[in-house]
């Protein structure tokens, strides 16, 4: 594994390492290893302008994997802290934690997401107690069964809530509506997960597992421009909250009108999750 940052420039490798110190701070770690864009060197901080005339402003994440020893079960706790705490950064802070054996397991069955990180990721700590089994590679075969059967169990059970959530408008039932849409968002993002790389977060937070598909597919992670139109930010927090909420606070509030465009972009989403997912079905061909 690399343990370099000489790649990046030198305010990129202070701010790196200053999250790592206060992920140590948080968490008694075993290994941190930054993973994706930052440290295979692809990294994008730019402006572009859309279609119609709107310019927006793409900067990709830094994305850490904190192997630990143990589960804690403090771990949503600690994540959180440790996201407070780094929220100063302009780059966006992307956190996974995980014990050694969940990675261990990962590997040894040659889940992409593990193996991609242990084979492109920076070592910036490591204890020294801890090591990853050698990871299983997959056939090309093998790759894509996987990706499709991933594919045909996510995608058609968001199909299924965005149907009931029409439904749901239809029936004025704006509250139970917006919980649906959640449930056919998490799918979406889900399935995008899966398919690219084999794995997704244990999590139903909108915000996090919209943020991990940047990656794969920016199509799928711009469907909500949450970081530049006040609107759509506004639609995709009502998403978000939806899923507790909606059910459970009589003060959450949706209207007609906000279903109704929350139905329409997820639709769009829906549409562009098939279409990156086939594309990355396809590629398994090549």
Not at 31 to 46: D, P, Q, R
Not at 167 to 182: I, R, T, V
Request: net charge negative.
């Amino acid at each position: 594994m690399k343990t370099s940052l000489l790649h990046l420039p030198l305010e990129k490798q202070n701010e790196i390492l200053a999250i790592t110190e206060i992920i140590k701070d948080v968490v008694n770690p075993e290994k941190i290893i930054l993973f994706g864009s930052y440290a295979k060197g692809g990294y994008k901080e730019h402006e572009y302008t859309t279609s119609d005339g709107t310019r927006y402003e793409y900067i990709s994440d830094y994305d850490f994997l904190v192997v630990t020893q143990e589960v804690s079960p403090k771990v949503a706790d600690q994540e959180s802290t440790i996201l407070d705490r780094v929220d100063r950064y302009r780059p966006p802070v992307n956190l996974e934690i995980h014990s050694i054996d969940h990675i261990n397991e990962g590997l040894s069955w040659g889940q992409y997401f593990f193996a991609d990180i242990v084979q492109e990721g920076v070592l910036i700590y490591d204890s020294g107690s801890t090591s990853f089994v050698e990871p299983k590679v997959l056939t090309i075969e093998e790759e894509k069964e996987k990706a499709q059967r991933y594919y045909s169990i996510w995608f058609p059970r968001a199909q299924g809530f965005l149907k009931t959530a029409k439904f749901n408008l239809s029936e004025q039932d704006f509250k139970l509506g917006a919980f649906m849409l959640h449930q056919a968002s998490e799918c979406l993002y889900s399935t995008i997960l899966l398919v690219f790389t084999g794995y997704k977060p244990k999590t139903h937070n909108l915000k996090k597992l919209r943020n991990k598909t940047k990656l794969y597919s920016l199509e799928t992670f711009l469907i909500f421009k949450t970081e530049a139109d006040a609107e759509e930010k506004h639609l995709f927090d009502l998403l978000k909250r939806g899923y507790i909420e909606a059910r459970y606070d009589h003060r959450y509030s949706i209207t007609k009108d906000e279903l109704e465009s929350l139905l329409r972009k997820v639709e769009e989403l829906c549409k562009a999750v098939e279409i990156a997912s086939k594309e990355k079905v396809a590629s398994l061909d090549a």
